[in-house]
Every structure is written in structure tokens, then in C-alpha cells.
């Protein structure tokens, strides 16, 4: 990226607003304006003197815009080469169901699974309520780690009702679950309803997406209906703040 691809908006010292922030979004529209770049492509950014010289601001105050960028997911640094802007933010749709894998080999992207833990266990009581299920009756509990192109991208730990799904553990859970619901259970997702809430990563989850403790990070809630109404998954699934936006359509009544 040069200089003149750079919005040319200048620092306005005159409005309450941070400089650096406002660098921040002059830095954001004009990344928003590039091209996405092919696959082996890299796009730098302009040096922090550079970058200094046409913001006339400190160095220091360069860093921090650059700083809330990297945060962001737009940029990334590499050390002793320069600060490169990242690839698309993904925008997954939350209009309708969808199976993860399915999604992945729709961008041309290629799915991995790594199945963690699967066990059978008495659940806690609001995943019990969410399910319809009657006191004693036991779920399969199924920890995955998602990936794509061989980076980890979201972490899944998901509930399903034992009397549901009969020997789940003995199928194979590297792959679709959608294809197991409708090919050995006979299962069709119709709707469902998801919470989404966003907080910093723990210790173990950043180490599983390979990202910084405390980066931010998505944290969805959903409970899956089939054809018939009956819930048949309690989903948790945290996907990476760095390269994901959610994308909703939206109609009036």
C-alpha cells in the first residue's frame, strides 16, 4: 500500500477524538478500498516514519494506531520485514444453518477436525431444560477443535441427547456432523436460536486457537431444532475475533 492509496484524511486537533484513533479509521477505510490480494500476495503498509510524515504525528502515536489495527485482525507484522495487511476478515452468515465443514469447502478453503474428547455424561441442568430432556438422562459431550487450511479457527463443544443419537462415540466425528444427523439418525435440521456474546480468551482456548491470552474472541450459544421441533444440540462454539465477522440480513415486518 503507498501513500496515496491512504485516505487522505488529515488529523483534526481541533475534535475530542484521540489521534491515534482517528488514524486508526483513516487506516481502516483505506484497507477496506484494497483489492483483496491473491493467495501468495502481500500488501505493506507504509513504514511508521512514513506513516508519521503524512499523519504529522509521533511515532508513538503511529504505534498505538498500528497496535489496534493488528488487534483488529487487519494487519500483522513480521519482524524485520514490515507490517502487511491481512487477508478478508471472514463474514460468516447467521441467517440460516449451516454445517461448519460445508461452509469451509464453500470458500475453497480445505475443513480439519481434531476431535479432543467424547464422553457420556449426566448434563447440567439448563442444557437439560434446552434439550427437553427428563432428569437422568445423559448427552454425549463432544470437544473439536475446527480448522482451516491447517489454522485453528474455532473451538466446539456440543450436546446431544444419547436417546437421539445411539452410539455416537463409534461414528466418525473427524468430519460433518451434519452428515451423521441425516445419514444415520435420520436427523434434519429446521432452526435454531443462538445467543452471541464476545469476551477475552482463557489461557487454554487461546493456546488451542494459537492466539494471544485475552485476544477477543466469539462466543456462541445454540439450540438446534429438527423438522419436528424437537431440540436435539446444545451448542458452545468460540471462533477466533481476529478473523471473523458475522453477517446478518435484516427486513422490516
Not at 487487519?74 to 507490517?83: M, S
Not at 454425549?140 to 446431544?160: H, K, M, V
Not at 480468551?201 to 439450540?223: H, K
Amino acid at each position: 500500500m503507498t501513500e496515496s492509496q491512504i485516505n487522505p484524511k488529515r488529523i483534526n486537533k481541533d475534535l475530542p477524538v484521540p489521534y491515534y484513533y482517528q488514524i486508526v479509521q483513516a487506516l481502516r477505510e483505506s484497507i477496506a478500498d484494497l483489492e483483496e490480494p491473491d493467495v501468495n500476495e502481500k500488501i505493506a503498509l507504509p513504514s511508521e516514519p512514513e506513516l508519521s510524515d503524512l499523519f504529522s504525528v509521533n511515532r508513538g502515536t503511529i504505534r498505538h494506531a498500528l497496535q489496534v489495527l493488528e488487534r483488529e485482525g487487519l494487519i500483522y507484522r513480521e519482524k524485520g520485514k514490515g507490517t502487511f495487511v491481512r487477508r478478508r476478515r471472514v463474514e460468516m452468515d447467521l441467517s440460516y444453518l449451516c454445517s461448519t465443514t460445508d461452509d469451509m469447502k464453500s470458500r475453497g478453503w480445505k475443513p480439519g477436525t481434531e476431535v479432543i474428547s467424547v464422553d457420556k455424561v449426566i448434563p447440567r441442568m439448563h442444557i437439560r431444560t434446552s434439550l427437553n430432556l427428563l432428569e437422568g438422562d445423559k448427552v454425549w459431550e463432544i470437544f473439536r477443535i475446527r480448522s482451516a487450511n491447517g489454522e485453528p479457527i474455532s473451538l466446539q463443544r456440543a450436546f446431544y441427547p444419547e436417546i437421539l443419537m445411539p452410539e455416537l462415540s463409534e461414528k466418525e466425528l473427524g468430519g460433518s456432523v451434519y452428515d451423521i444427523w441425516k445419514n444415520v439418525y435420520g436427523i434434519y435440521p429446521h432452526e435454531g436460536e443462538q445467543t452471541i456474546r464476545t469476551r477475552p480468551a482463557t489461557r487454554e482456548e487461546a493456546s488451542l486457537l494459537a492466539i494471544d491470552e485475552y485476544a477477543p474472541i466469539f462466543e456462541i450459544t445454540r439450540i438446534t431444532f429438527d423438522i419436528n421441533g424437537t431440540p436435539f444440540e446444545y451448542l458452545i462454539s468460540i471462533w477466533r475475533g481476529d478473523r471473523y465477522d458475522f453477517f446478518v440480513r435484516l427486513s422490516s415486518r
